[in-house]
């Protein structure tokens, strides 16, 4: 374990809300700005951008929402389940972390920027990448601000602060997707809201929750924290690879307009992955990492079973509706004909949905159980069987291949993150 601290809070009681009010306060949340940020992300890029310049915001965001995986180590998973249950070292991770996030980002920036160079990015596509990435590593700062809401158990001050980004990310992105019609100068409208956004939560943060107190960095600190996090980095790193790396190499392979087909369809997926987010990630692990360090195993147990059952129920559901409506879907959101290889792609991608929504449980309770070095190396063989499968299936069956790839690695995830948990059931 890192050295022990003593660190205060704000030192105002902290209480924690119920799991269904956390659930409730962020599905409201979500309810609230999802809906707009697909229509933005979406449909209105898409049409007022058209499929090529809709694929260089795709293949951008991309490009940098990998750089911004290297930023993480695993600070977010593991603060949640260091600070759960001991509040007070909340200013002890928060000003250490935060501080050690901010470097981090700008040397994945600036890495970002090389490898677009190396890609042989130009121009604007080049200036997308710039703008991207200060949209994709300001948001990885306010990822970090969440576990922290999420540490407290206090999702409606998480909740309250999404309402709040999106308005500005959102606002920010359609001022300028409206006056240039250009992927860049979107992403430089929303990089700047996300900018905004994640000064107000730090603030916010430092105000109610954990102080930001530079005497608190702690070089020794980071350090046995960091041996001790490797595992959650490399697993998360991983896990923002897989989901990014096809459109980054449907774009080295076809170019973009594919990827902006291929992107149209992952977006609708993308947008569902909020059902996990929130029951598995920001609701119940939490709960699971609290329930874990009280030896409370039975109840651990159920609720891991009662969060399987719901969630892979409704995805089935939702899989269901998206395979019959595929076509109908893609041509809502921009009846232009270059669009239209989206709809069978969207076929394949939507049977990912169930595994997702396994996946995520199961790898919070894996967490819990101190299972991540395990994970690290599932999803390090993951990245690379994906990577692998594309190389084979892009080039052969374009971006349907890149959606089969998807599906055949989601389900060979999901069944050893299942072999994972029975044998650490069991020990």
């Known amino acids: 374990m890192p050295p022990e601290y003593t660190a205060g809070d704000t030192g105002k009681k902290q209480l924690r809300p119920g799991l269904l009010a956390n659930i409730s306060w962020l599905s409201i949340a979500n309810a609230i700005v999802k809906p707009l940020w697909f229509l933005f992300i979406t449909a209105a890029c898409m049409r007022l951008l058209g499929v090529q310049e809709f694929g260089v915001l795709t293949a951008a965001l991309s490009l940098t929402m990998i750089a911004a995986g290297f930023v993480d180590l ?23 972390f935060m501080t050690l996030r901010i470097v981090n980002a700008f040397i994945a920036w600036g890495g970002a920027l090389f490898v677009a160079m190396f890609l042989d990015y130009r121009g604007n596509a080049l200036l997308a990448v710039c703008f991207a990435g200060m949209y994709a590593l300001t948001l990885n700062l306010t990822n970090y601000c969440r576990s922290i809401y999420q540490t407290f158990e206090n999702l409606r001050q ?25 992927a860049a100068w979107t992403l430089a409208g929303m990089a700047l809201g996300m900018t905004i956004t994640t ?3 730090i603030w916010g943060i430092d105000k109610r929750f954990a102080k930001m107190r530079r005497s608190l960095v702690s ?8 041996r001790i996090m490797i595992p959650f980095g490399l697993a998360g790193l991983f896990t923002v690879i897989y989901y990014r790396v096809d459109m980054v190499m449907i774009e080295a392979m076809l170019g973009v307009i594919p990827t902006g087909q291929y992107g149209a369809a992952y977006r609708i997926l993308e947008a569902l992955h909020i059902v996990p987010s929130i029951v598995g990630l920001a609701a119940i692990y939490p709960r699971l990492a609290r329930l874990h360090h009280a030896g409370a195993h039975a109840d651990f147990k159920r ?5 399987l059952l719901g ?17 109908s ?44 070095r395990l994970l690290a190396i599932a999803l390090g063989f993951a990245v690379l069987f994906n990577i692998t499968l594309n190389a084979f299936m892009i080039p052969a069956q374009g971006i349907h291949g ?15 993150f299942t072999a994972y948990y029975v044998r650490a059931r069991s020990a």
Do not use: H
């Open 74 to 96: 695993g600070m977010s998973q593991y603060t949640v389940r260091e600070v759960s249950g001991a509040l007070d070292k909340a200013s002890l991770y928060f000003s250490n």
């Open 158 to 182: 998480e909740a309250v602060m999404l309402i709040a980004e999106k308005i500005l990310v959102i606002g920010g992105g359609l001022v300028m997707l409206f006056t240039t019609r250009s």
């Open 199 to 201: 000064g107000i939560n």
């Open 219 to 226: 070089l020794n600190f980071l350090k046995g924290s960091l």
């Open 303 to 307: 609720l891991l079973r009662n969060g």
């Open 311 to 327: 969630l892979v129920g409704l995805s089935i559901l939702v899989s269901l509706v998206l395979t019959a409506l595929s076509g």
């Open 329 to 372: 879907v893609i041509r809502l959101l921009d009846p232009n004909p270059a669009y239209a290889p989206a709809a069978d792609a969207l076929r394949v991608l939507a049977w990912t949905f169930p595994f997702i929504c396994a996946k995520s449980l199961l790898y919070s309770a894996l967490i819990c159980m101190d299972r991540q």
């Open 402 to 416: 890149a959606a089969i790839a998807t599906i055949v690695t989601e389900i060979l995830l999901t069944g050893i």
